[in-house]
């Protein structure tokens, strides 16, 4: 792990109040990302992973504990953090072009040349050039997420969050685009990602380490850091046999977990 610390959770619990009564969604969760670090994060459905990253980029507070981030604990939005939700929210009305430069537009990043020219070359590194003036009807559901991630890393945030991504796509789109993500990353040097998916191979793929969280409350059931060098072949990586012996390791803990949420 990284020497420095990007976003700590530290004690983190979160009640939802209904008129069903309340729920606590999360459970003193404690976590510390390294600058730098890609930690991806796997658990049950409904085990808290989306309200973990709504705390983490301050969209909803903790009932009790603190988020820090850089050595500081913050509140509320941070600007520092971008976030990749799950569903890709791609504004209609804009070309493709114009929804990646709207996050450099609302930053004032840039003249409105230099906006262009950086989402030209994003989109032309993930494959799209020429899709520039389409809109969001006009993508496949693999082209829109192409763009959605491309939109949150266009104004470079030093943290990424990103929730179930890939999740819709079909193996071979998810490959591509698994791919794809890690370059972009180690292109970046210094960017921390933390990534959500109910796909263990994809987690191990591309994490530096695996949080599996617990079926409900969620909290941090075990880390597992993943030994596997860099850069990794996202194609064959699954046949590597560190990479097999750690899934069957982490599988054993996460299936525990889903009998929990379905018994
Ligand atoms: N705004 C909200 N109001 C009330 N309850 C909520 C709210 N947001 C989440 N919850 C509840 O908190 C729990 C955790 O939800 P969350 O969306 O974080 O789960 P998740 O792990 O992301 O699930 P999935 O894998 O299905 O996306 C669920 O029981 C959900 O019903
Ligand atoms: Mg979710």
Redo the contacts with the bound molecule.
């Keep these: 792990m990284a020497d420095r610390a990007a976003v700590e959770v530290r004690g983190v619990s979160r009640t939802?109040r209904?008129p069903r009564g309340e729920?606590v969604?999360l459970k003193d969760v404690n976590l510390t990302i390294g600058a730098g670090e890609f930690v991806t994060v796997v658990?049950?459905?409904?085990?808290?992973?989306?309200?973990?990253l709504n705390l983490i980029v301050g969209l909803i507070e903790p009932t009790q504990g603190e988020l820090w981030y850089a050595g500081e604990p913050y509140r509320g939005i941070n600007h520092d953090i971008g976030y990749v939700t799950?569903a890709d929210n791609l504004f209609p009305w804009r070309t493709v072009l114009r929804n990646v430069t709207f996050g450099l537009e609302m930053r004032h990043i840039g003249t409105r040349k230099d906006r262009r020219r950086r989402a030209l070359e994003l989109l032309d590194q993930v494959g799209l050039q020429g899709f520039a003036g389409h809109y969001r009807h006009e993508l496949s559901g693999g082209m829109r997420q192409r763009v959605n991630i491309v939109r949150t890393i266009a104004y470079n945030p030093k943290v990424i969050l990103l929730d179930?991504p890939f999740g819709p796509l079909d193996v071979q789109n998810r490959l591509q685009l698994q791919d794809l993500l890690l370059r972009l990353w180690q292109s970046r040097p210094g960017t921390t990602v933390i990534f959500?998916t109910?796909d263990l191979t994809e987690a191990i793929a591309l994490g530096d380490r695996v949080v599996v969280m617990s079926a409900?409350p969620?909290r941090v059931r075990e880390v597992f850091p993943v030994t596997l060098p860099r850069p990794r072949d996202i194609y064959t990586i699954h046949t590597n046999q560190i990479f097999r012996s750690l899934y069957d390791k982490v599988w054993a803990h996460l299936a525990e977990e889903m009998r929990v949420t379905t018994s």
């Excluded at 658990?43 to 973990?52: A, D, E, F, R, V």
């Design positions: 939802f209904g729920m969604a658990g049950p459905s409904g085990c808290g992973k989306s309200t973990l799950q179930e959500i109910h409900r969620g």
